[in-house]
């Protein structure tokens, strides 16, 4: 849980200076977050290497699906961001309105990955069902605090 601590950390720091940040300051930061995501998966799960072999393979699809979604929210955050001060209630709407679409679509991932369980079949197949319990737990664990450490940086709307 040290490692899961350091992450959390980084990620704060890295998400007060997400707003003014450039696109491309946002793609390091992004690379920055599999990376060490990735690592604290790894250190999670403690795969041994016939695991891993079998594991990391089902974890990039549903990364690359994930970061579709996680890119949307970017977008989303910086548009808010750059209205938020004299929000009309159209802009208001269509950014509400484009939320819920986003948060949408990564409670179809999470139905895919969960419901479904396309991934948890995979993983559980491959490493067990103990395994793969605990790699959903714990991204819904990742999920959770990415998400509350963004809204603790973002201003309300009607907030000056």
């Known amino acids: 849980m040290k490692k899961l601590s350091i992450f959390l950390l980084a990620l704060g720091i890295a998400s007060t200076t997400w707003a003014q940040s450039a696109r491309s300051e946002f793609e390091v930061i992004r690379e920055v977050f599999k990376t060490e995501k990735k690592a604290l998966v790894a250190g999670f799960l403690n795969l041994q290497d016939a695991d ?3 594991f990391w393979p089902i974890y990039d699809v549903y990364e690359a699906e994930r970061t579709k979604i996680g890119t949307e929210r970017y977008n989303l955050i910086n548009k808010y961001i750059e ?3 004299n929000l009309t209630d159209e802009q208001a709407d269509e ?3 484009k939320s819920l679409k986003i948060k949408k ?3 179809a991932l999470r139905a895919k990955y969960y419901k479904q369980v396309k991934y948890y079949k995979q993983v559980k197949k491959s ?3 103990t395994k793969a319990a605990a790699f959903i737990q714990l991204e819904e664990y990742m999920s959770v605090a990415v998400q509350t ?3 603790n940086n973002l201003p309300l ?3 000056k």
């Open 105 to 107: 679509d990564e409670l």
């Open 95 to 97: 950014l509400f309105t």
């Open 83 to 85: 209205q938020y001060i």
């Open 157 to 159: 709307v009607g907030e």
């Open 127 to 129: 490493l067990g069902a």
């Open 149 to 151: 450490e963004l809204y």
């Open 52 to 54: 891993a072999t079998k």
